[in-house]
């Protein structure tokens, strides 16, 4: 079992800056992929950024330029800096974890989510 606690949502004028972190806990081998995803009410989750714990990194996007992921690995924990936020970043995000299991399978977990609201 691996638990994902997000922080860092809020309410912030457009232009302005937000660092959601997410840290993972519990029974995990070895955590390959931390990433963030986001849902907007009436649309569907969609990839916001993600890093494998090689270091390379993958951005929707609508966030290149603006959003960077970075990530803890000896504090399993990643980090979302969203800078130049627009109306259009409002969404719940979600933390999602992907490893290894001891048992050698594979393991997903995804965090309860946390609101960002973009006022314009």
């Known amino acids: 079992q691996v638990q994902v606690v997000e922080s860092g949502g809020g309410l912030v004028q457009a232009g302005g800056s937000l660092r959601l972190s997410c840290a993972a806990s519990?029974?995990?081998?070895?955590?390959?992929?931390m990433g963030w995803y986001r849902q907007a009410p009436g649309k569907q989750r969609e990839l916001v950024a993600r890093i494998i714990s090689g270091g390379p990194t993958d951005y929707a996007d609508s966030v290149k330029g603006r959003f960077t992921i970075s990530r803890d690995n000896a504090k399993n924990t990643v980090y979302l800096q969203m800078n130049s936020l627009k109306p259009e970043d409002t969404a719940v995000y979600y933390c999602n974890v992907r490893g290894t299991g001891w048992d050698t399978k594979d393991v997903e977990s995804w965090g309860q989510g946390t609101q960002v609201t973009v006022s314009s």
């Open positions: 519990g029974s995990i081998f070895r955590i390959n992929t």
